[in-house]
């Protein structure tokens, strides 16, 4: 296994169901497939094979490009809400005691609401497909929170004449604006995912992975180097009126343009448009349909007898790559062929599922909320760091004083900080898959926190701008490990079960997946909770934001520890 795999070239051929397969028989027959059609046909379209049955045909490496577009916007975004947020926040006059706890409330709905909105995906039969409609909702709620982030300010600065009312609507307006991009940019990245994985065979899942990761990186750079520029005195914020409708001009084009060209890049399928096919399929329909046992194993959230359809005319749903798309996948719809016989996740059955997961699924959650607590104590305030304790700004001091230009500057220089992460976190992401054969997913995943413990330590002890910026290199050391690491390692543990599954004959019910990724990403939404509501009390006991870098180091180096001790080793 591979973090990253190249383009095959082989084009793997579509499969169809022969004349002789479509008499009705005991068993599984094998299949014979049909290498004739244009390419654009193979590479483009689900028509010339049985959709659920056979992983999807292969994409262009053009359209999981146009795909992955979305996460260079959605990482464009969210650079200028990390760069900006707590310097606007503080510029409109939030008490320092209270900014984390912007970041509390967004991270409290994603953990409660996350798995109804996944189920309600799940679920969705809009002709558009499953995923789309809800990207476009969310991608639009993000835009509004964006608007009223870096817009408030000056809106209620031109709305309201009375001083003390226009500042206490500005703290309201600009942190309504950030729980809302906050909120929409956390959610949307679970349908994107799901999308990629609905329309992608295995090995253009792993090549669709890669494109994000590589995206991420260079939208964050991006994001990043709009925020590092001084647009106050050039001649487009004298023509938009400020350096923050600057930004603001540049966040809404990139979005706007990436979401449209990802929606409209690759097809997807409808969950009503259902195929109907007889009881002899490939064999790797075995696989798919999992067992008929009573057995019920964790992630599963069917309590049924599970039965493979008989009938003619059974219908099986498209595959999905949600804990409640695979249970449905082996639900029987014979008894019930007008009727959706499932149940809907709930918070209560994740967390049930999460509870009775496997003890290694376990201790990645752990070790992913080691991580994710560490990262984002040092991102979220990292600018402000720079401009208070590198250059010892202020940022509570009058806008035209210059202990107040001072500290800007300092948040400019944060900008370049996080500009050289997100660049190095696109390339180590090409560095990963030659040190993988060496040391493995184990030794990256530990060296990723190690690298990243040691240089926030060496950054809180030495706060110098030089050594800081140079330091920078290693969170994108650390970023590329969260987004790609404990993934890979589910996708090999989920093999090496399968595998099992296969010697024992097929026995057990297969569990979803979509579980295990929805218990990791609630580990960054918990890690953000912990982060809100913990950091400030830290910084107002420490009276220095100092605090938070050293943080950084000690969950770091900590998840060190804990990966070394408690994650499995996979060859």
Known sequence: MTVLSDDQSIRPQPCRLSETEKHLGNGFHQ?????????EDFMDSGEGTVFGIVEPPRRSRGRLILHGLVMFGREFCYAVEAAFVTPVLLSVGLPRSLYSLVWLISPILGFLLQPVIGSASDHCHSAWGRRRPYILSLGVLMFIGITLFLNGDAVVSAVVSERSLRSIWAIVVVMFG????????????????????DVCSHQDKERGLHYHALLTGLGGACGYLVGAMDWGHSLL?????????????????????????????????PLGKERSFSESSPPSALRLLGSHGNSNGYGALVKDTVIVPSSPTADLRPRSFSALGEANSVTSSAKQPNKEAQKR???????????NMPSHYRFLCVSHLLGWTAFLCNMLFFTDFMGQIVYKGNPYAE?????YVTY?????????????????SALYSYVQRFLLPYIGLKGLYFMGYFVFGLGTSLIGLFPNIIATLILC???GVMSSTLYTIPFNLIAEYQREEEEQMKLKGGGGTPRGT????????????????????GLGALVNLAGSVIVVVLSASTMSLLGCIFIALFIRYVE
């Open 31 to 39: 299949y014979s497939t049909d290498g004739t059609g244009s390419k």
């Open 178 to 197: 950030v729980v809302l991009f906050d909120f929409a940019a956390d959610f949307i990245d679970g349908p994107i995912k799901a999308y990629l994985f």
């Open 237 to 269: 914020g004298q023509l938009l009126g400020s350096e923050y409708q600057v930004i603001y001009f540049f966040s809404a084009l990139t979005w706007g343009i990436f979401l449209t060209v990802h929606l409209f890049s690759i097809p997807e399928q």
């Open 345 to 355: 996740m709930t918070f209560r059955s994740l967390m049930k599922a999460i509870i």
């Open 399 to 403: 806008h035209n004083s210059t202990a």
């Open 408 to 424: 800007e500057r300092g948040v400019e220089v944060g900008c370049w900080g996080l500009c050289i992460n997100a660049v190095s």
């Open 473 to 475: 290199s290693v969170f």
């Open 514 to 533: 979509g579980v295990d990724c929805a218990a990791l990403t609630c580990m960054v939404q918990l890690a953000q909770i912990i982060v809100g509501a």
